[in-house]
């Protein structure tokens, strides 16, 4: 063998051993990455609170009279004078307001001068059958001569009593220009002002009679049934801290507002010197029906093709696990779940796309104590 060629025999050689070496040290680093374990995923949790069959609804209201009434004058007419405003109390039989009454005194006028004439007209006819009587024992005149001497009589004692009750109509007239306070009470909304001409039975003052007060609330159909007749509930004023009356219902509208698709509820309230009408109050009301509902956080759902899940862990283990859910409703960023979820579950609230059946997780020191709510059938309106 030439010395060249023994050289180039020894340089293709050595080659040949460091690329060996080199496949041998990448074959051991692919082992060791396969052996390699997995990173131990931090997370964010809550847990599941105990279950709860009762729930409280709370809505406010304002405190109402139990009885008011909208007061209008019997006749037409211009508004000369309004004697109270809003918040007068006022007392039965005083006079709240004045219409202007000239025409009225002057139809009074007329009906006395009716009434005047026809008197005399009585008097008249009563001399003419007096006399009428006297021919006819006398017998002077005909029989039928003293009929028709009654009759005409009769017939003016019937325009003077026509007359009277004229003149007794024209008087309520002008009588009705003033308007008078049925019962004792509070003026609270005036609704005409001097000067303005209404029509009889316009609405031109609103007093609230004094006695009984309530709290009248809006409730929407979903929690209506939680309202009965009698059912006892609790009354807070927003302006006495700390003051709890015991309210009742007393009554429930028959059909929702056309407009906003709410009850009215009304709640008689015990006599208080500190409850005042047009407070604003807070209505709170147990209901005991119903299976309790958890709510969670939207970050908690997960999704696996058309089933809704979340991911919940197992504290022994410290591993995660799904679990379909149903979904009851959204609102804001909580969602209500209706099944798939118990007590003591602890739920996985940030991060689900990382997560997969049996990964290792670290809950946090303070995982326990941030509980889910449960909420009730529905999610109650404010």
Known sequence: MSKPFAAAFR??????????????????????????????????VITVAQDQTVRTLDYSGSVRARTETALGFRVAGKV????????????????????????????????????????RQVETAELSRKRAEELFASQVSSKSQLEQAQLAYNQAVSTRDSAHSSLDQARNQVAYGSLPADRDGIVTAVSAEVGQV????????????????????????????????????????????????????????????????????????????????????????????????????????????????????????????????TVADFSGVAVTIADGLKPGDIVVTAGTQFMREDLKVKLPNDALPHQASVAGPAPAAR
């Open 11 to 44: 340089h293709a050689t050595a080659f040949a051993l460091v690329v060996a070496s080199g496949l041998a040290l990448a074959g051991c680093s692919e082992e060791k990455a396969e052996v390699k374990p997995d990173v131990i995923r931090p997370v964010r």
């Open 80 to 119: 000369t004078e309004r004697l109270v405003d809003v918040g007068d109390p006022v007392k039965k039989g005083e006079i709240l307001a004045r219409l202007d009454t000239t025409d009225t005194a002057l139809s009074v006028r007329a009906a006395e001068a009716n009434l005047s004439a026809a008197e």
């Open 198 to 325: 209404v029509a009889a039975g316009t609405p031109v003052l609103t007093v609230a009679a004094d006695g009984q007060k309530e709290v009248l609330i809006a409730v929407p159909e979903t929690d209506i049934f939680a309202f009965t007749p009698g059912k006892a509930v609790d009354v807070t004023l927003w302006s006495s801290v700390g003051l709890t009356l015991p309210g009742k219902v007393r009554e429930i509208a028959g059909s929702a507002d056309a407009q906003s698709r709410t009850f009215a509820v009304r709640v008689s309230l015990p006599e208080n010197e500190r409850v005042r009408l047009g407070m604003t109050a807070s209505v709170s009301a147990r209901q005991e029906n119903g299976p309790a509902l958890a709510s969670i956080p939207l970050s908690a759902l997960a999704k696996d093709g058309d089933t809704t899940l979340v991911w919940l862990v197992d504290a022994a283990k410290e591993t995660v696990h799904a679990r379909p859910v």
